[in-house]
């Protein structure tokens, strides 16, 4: 795979916060899973239109995750995730 089509999964999702200032969510039963994306790219185009979409409610929050770290975490920021058997 050539590097600059690295496959870097990242997950947008997003919830009403109990205060702006943190990350705790008010009902994580209620979280919006938008999707997993197969780059930062498409994530951020994802987590922007949620985000607009919610700017009436000043607690919803919409989170993009870097999904590609948590499945090799020994890897280098940017890194394509090592091939499992």
């Known amino acids: 795979m050539e590097p600059q089509n690295k496959q870097l999964l ?44 919610s700017v009436d409610n000043a607690n919803m929050r919409y989170f993009v995750v870097h999904l590609h770290r948590f499945l090799d975490p020994a890897a280098p920021a940017g890194a394509a995730p090592a091939a499992q058997p």
């Open 10 to 53: 990242h997950l947008v999702f997003g919830g009403e916060l109990v205060d702006i200032g943190g990350t705790e969510f008010r009902d994580p039963a209620k979280l919006d899973i938008v999707g997993i994306f197969p780059n930062y790219a498409s994530a951020v185009s994802a987590w922007r239109a949620k985000a607009q979409g």
